[in-house]
């Protein structure tokens, strides 16, 4: 295994869409590995393949609730709700933006053996799963954001006061 590079905004590579996957090859099961290595390196709860470079609709996501997450050629087959929140991007670092996105998202792929799976989720986890799909389009959450980019640690301040002032 070994950390890769993760691309940031400004990289085109960010912008293309990328191809299914046919078969998992060793290649691709150390391209997987390795993807997982970098998120938990980089701290990020998710990381989509051309986010290291390769134009695969390979992407993974553990926001720490339960088993991590590989999932090959999604498509999200249902959404509800809508949440709106702070969102982060490896590819953006040190930066987060207000998005807003569906509450809950049913999507379907294939595992790392690609067999066929089903992966709901919810709040952290519809929000992570959308974010990543969309990675593979070629799009980043910058696209979406309302109002401006913040800096990360600045609006984690911000959260923490209004979170006090809510307790008064
Ligand atoms: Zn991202």
Known sequence: MALRTIRTLGDEILTKKCKDVKEITPRINELIDDMFETMYDAEGVGL????????KRIMIVDIGDD??????NPRIVDTD???TGNEGCLSVPGKVGKVT?????????????MKP?????????ARALIH???HLDGHL???KVEGALMDAEEAAA???EEMIQSDD
């Open 48 to 55: 989509a393949a051309p986010q290291v470079g390769v134009l």
């Open 158 to 160: 911000q959260e923490e």
């Open 141 to 143: 959450y910058t696209e």
């Open 117 to 125: 799976v089903e992966v709901e989720g919810t709040e952290l986890k």
């Open 132 to 134: 990543e799909i969309e």
């Open 101 to 113: 996105r569906p509450n809950y998202v049913k999507v379907l792929g294939f595992d790392r053996e």
């Open 81 to 83: 709700g809508e949440q």
């Open 67 to 72: 088993a991590p997450i590989c999932l090959i």
